[in-house]
Every structure is written in C-alpha cells, then in structure tokens.
C-alpha cells in the first residue's frame, strides 16, 4: 500500500532547540502539504508545494519555521528555535492536482511535538 | 479569499439518530473541489468524498450522503442511523487554484 511516511511519530524538545520534521510522499503525487493541528485551530495549512516549488506559505511563522522540498521524495518542516506555542501534532500530506484542484489528500501519521 | 465554515463545534446524538453536520464554503475560483474527511479517536485522517464544483448531484454511500447546494454555497454531510463507530471528528475542505483548506471540524459523538 503506498502511504505518505512522516518522521518522527513523537518528539519531545526543550524551548529554543530545532526541530525538523520529515515527510516522504506517495511517489507520483505532485504537490504536498504541511498541516498543525491544534485543539483550537483545526486543521492550519503551513505549506504547501506542488512539483516541489512552494506556491503558499502564508500560513507559516516565517520568522521560525521554514518548509523545503529538496527532492521528489522528501518534504522537510524545520522550527528554529522552538517555542511552547509550537507544541502540536504536525501532518503532512501528498495528492495530485488536476486544472481544477488538488484531489484526495493521503496524510501521514502525523509527528506530535511537545515543546517544554 | 477562501474559506470553510463548519458552525458546529460538537453534536451529540444517539445510537440510531440521524445527524447532519453542516459545511459553507466561501472561493472565488470557477472549479473547485469540495471534501470530507473523518478523523477517529485514533488520529489518522481518512478520505471520505470528493465533490467537483460542477457536479451537484447529491450522492449517498451506505448511511452516508452528501448534499452540495452551490446557491448556498454549502456541503452538507448526512449519516443515517448513526453508529457509535461513527464518532470521530469530522472536517469539510476545499480545494482550488492555490489553497487547500480545512474547516474546524465538528465532533461528533454517538451515544450507545
């Protein structure tokens, strides 16, 4: 079954170390997402790229996080330094996108983050 | 801008009851794709449907059924005699030219 694979499934940090998250696709999907997950936000999208070029961010602290897709196969969330505020579960998600819109989105497992 | 609106944060029901969760989405795009997905206590994210902007046709999978109104701009999500299985927390999305966003979801719990 071909799945999106996100590493790590747990971290635990203290405030200000970096944290990198990493995520590989579903080999064919052209364009890939970031999402936080908090109880109060929903579902937030961060990043978002399609055939590896970032086309939105707007939803990333641009100051600590940074988003980069340096091949096909990985997809990188980096938060430096981190903060208690960050502390949430982290999805990334990989579709295809038609002329209409992206598809079905297949999530990973998601990386829960816990900044002391 | 883009946006979705799920209203409900939460709804409780009982076993059997009919329960329909409410989604109204905002997009200047022309075509678009409408969504839902269901996220159970276990935290994975599952696909449910997909709907195109140009296809109104409501559609019904077993004790699912989706109704798209695009005069009201709205994605309905119906189950029929609800199950306890069926509670998680479920999120209506949009996908268009640049953005692919998520409501805030509504959880759903089915009392036994």
């Known amino acids: 079954d071909a799945r999106v694979t996100q590493t790590p499934r747990h971290k635990v940090t203290e405030m200000g170390q970096e944290v990198t998250m990493r995520c590989q696709p579903i080999l064919g999907h052209n364009t890939v997402f970031w999402y936080r997950q908090t109880m109060m936000q929903g579902l937030e999208l961060l990043a978002y790229?399609?055939?590896?070029?970032?086309?939105?961010d707007s939803g990333m602290p641009k100051d600590r996080f940074s988003a980069e897709m340096p091949d096909a196969t990985l997809a990188t969330l980096k938060i430096q330094p981190s903060e208690p505020r960050d502390s949430a579960v982290y999805f990334c998600a990989s579709g295809f996108h038609s002329g209409e819109g992206t598809g079905e989105l297949f999530f990973g497992e998601g990386s829960r983050l816990t900044v002391l | 801008a883009q946006k979705v609106t799920q209203a409900q944060t939460e709804i409780s029901v009982v076993e059997k009851e009919d329960v329909t969760l409410d989604c109204v989405y905002e997009?200047?795009?022309?075509?678009?794709?409408l969504f839902w997905y269901k996220q159970p206590p276990s935290g994975e994210l599952v696909f449910l449907i997909r709907r195109n902007s140009f296809d109104e046709q409501n559609e019904i999978s077993g004790r699912y059924s989706w109704n798209f109104q695009k005069s009201t701009s709205s994605f309905n999500f119906t189950i029929t005699a609800s199950q306890v299985v069926d509670s998680a927390v479920y999120f209506c999305?949009?996908?268009?030219?640049?953005?692919?966003?998520f409501g805030t979801g509504t959880r759903l719990k089915v009392l036994a």
């Open positions: 997009t200047r795009d022309t075509t678009y794709y």
């Open positions: 790229f399609r055939n590896r070029a970032p086309l939105d």
């Open positions: 999305a949009l996908s268009g030219t640049y953005k692919y966003i």
